[in-house]
């Protein structure tokens, strides 16, 4: 069965629930309408489910912020603008302390909050052509996410701090030797490695 909104595309495979980022135009970037979709799923997830796959349209996982949505809504205000921050803190702890094991699927671009919702996952499975990279630096913004506290964890805070200060990006065979994600499968093949492991998890 599939739900679909605009932006939110949400499957369900059995005990698995496979959360699909729908904005291929925008690279999948996470706007106020997304994270808003993606927080009520975690919030009142189906009762039978027991594993989450989360990937993207199109070439790329996740670009990060809408900057053009940010843009248009910036007002100066803030409270508003912290309003909107813990919004995405809230989602990012929903799903790394939630209740499901959830399973991302890492391909294209997996940048600035692409890459800290990646970092709340718990299996995070890429295919070669992803790359990793925190670019908030190049754009006078520092990273509001909570890469400034998972990323640190998985990879140290001195690699964090060169990829903000110089907007470097990894690869996907650098990603896996780091740890950004625990699985480098074929081009295409990420999904399907996803499911079968959200089948095991669901197993247990």
């Not at 996982?61 to 949505?69: Q, R």
């Not at 409270?79 to 399973?103: A, C, N, Y």
Request: proline share 4%.
């Amino acid at each position: 069965m599939t739900e679909t909104n605009t932006l939110l595309d949400i499957e369900h495979r059995g005990s698995t629930a496979v959360l699909r980022l729908n904005r291929p135009s925008k690279r999948n970037a996470l706007n106020d309408d997304l994270i808003e979709d993606l927080t009520t799923f975690f919030e009142h997830p189906p009762e039978d489910t027991k594993c989450v796959v989360l990937h993207g349209e199109g070439e790329h996982f996740c670009a990060g912020l809408d900057l053009m949505e940010l843009m248009q809504k910036r007002t100066g205000d803030p409270v508003k603008s912290t309003r909107r921050s813990r919004r995405w803190h809230r989602l990012f702890d929903l799903m790394q302390h939630g209740e499901l094991p959830v399973i991302s699927v890492l391909k294209g671009g997996v940048i600035g909050g692409g890459l800290e919702i990646a970092m709340a996952t718990h299996v995070r499975v890429s295919e070669p052509c992803a790359f990793y990279q925190l670019p908030e630096g190049q754009r006078g913004i520092f990273v509001g996410g909570g890469g400034s506290v998972r990323l640190p964890r998985v990879i140290g805070a001195h690699r964090v701090a060169e990829m903000m200060l110089t907007g470097r990006a990894y690869t996907a065979d650098e990603g896996l030797a780091l740890g950004l994600a625990h699985y480098l499968v074929e081009t295409g093949g990420g999904l399907n490695k996803a499911l079968e492991l959200a089948e095991k998890v669901a197993s247990n």
